[in-house]
């Protein structure tokens, strides 16, 4: 069993829809949760950054937290063309390197 | 800007060649580190390095080895390519006082070995 586990997709979604996007974990060491974006051909970028639990809201980007369950979501509101790129979940304990999900896939058709 | 910087975007080599793979970054962080990016499979961690002339052993690093003799510089090496190594490597640094803990990753090598 992977240590963080995420859908693939695709997720396809028209403008404008709000976009959820998860991932579960095994190891409850995990202290720092991130998300980062990938566009095509290109190194992932840091998009939204959570210690422990609970929410952050960042315009139009809300990352969740819930360490009970072991589970973190995106949620992307007022999706945009431009947000079309795979969304990458890592997550941490301490210092040691960041352990990363598969990473979905998302378009948003214009 | 930040940057990290790969220094081949596209490399094919051939079964059993030796391959180097080059990161340098300008933002004088402590960390480096080189993770192999596959479909369905995501990023997995080959090698990390806290500081110059240090390196650890990330999750695969069965068939490579790293050096870092330079802060700045992060190679990656292929003693003996297999098509099995096939894959985009990305690398990325960090500050060993980051707060967030951010990795600063380049835009990529995808390596074919044929």
């Known amino acids: 069993q992977k240590e963080v586990e995420q859908d693939p997709g695709p997720l396809s979604v028209p403008e404008g829809a709000i976009v959820s996007l998860n991932c579960t974990y095994s190891?409850?060491?995990?202290?720092?949760f991130m998300w980062y974006r990938q566009y095509s051909r290109k190194g992932p970028e840091l998009l939204m950054y959570t210690y422990s639990s609970g929410n952050k809201e960042d315009g139009r980007f809300t990352a969740q937290v819930d360490k009970s369950s072991k589970y973190i979501s995106l949620f992307i509101r007022d999706s945009q063309p431009s947000d079309s790129a795979t969304y990458l979940c890592a997550m941490a304990t301490g210092r040691r390197a960041l352990t990363f999900g598969s990473g979905t896939r998302l378009q948003v058709q214009p | 800007d930040v940057k990290v910087t790969q220094s081949s975007r596209y490399l094919v080599k051939r079964t059993g060649e030796k391959v180097f793979l080059e990161c340098v970054q300008d933002?004088?962080?402590?960390?480096m580190f080189w993770y192999r990016q596959d479909p369905g499979l995501g990023l997995r961690l080959i090698y990390f390095s806290y500081d110059v002339k240090m390196k650890e052993k990330g999750d695969i690093p069965e068939g490579y080895s790293v050096s870092r003799e330079k802060k700045e510089r992060f190679s990656l090496i292929l003693e003996s390519a297999s098509t099995n190594q096939t894959s985009m490597y990305l690398c990325?640094?960090?500050?060993?006082?980051?707060?967030?803990?951010?990795?600063?990753f380049g835009e990529g090598s995808r390596l074919t070995v044929l």
């Open positions: 990325a640094s960090r500050s060993s006082v980051s707060n967030t803990g951010e990795l600063f």
């Open positions: 933002m004088d962080h402590e960390n």
């Open positions: 190891n409850s060491a995990f202290q720092y």
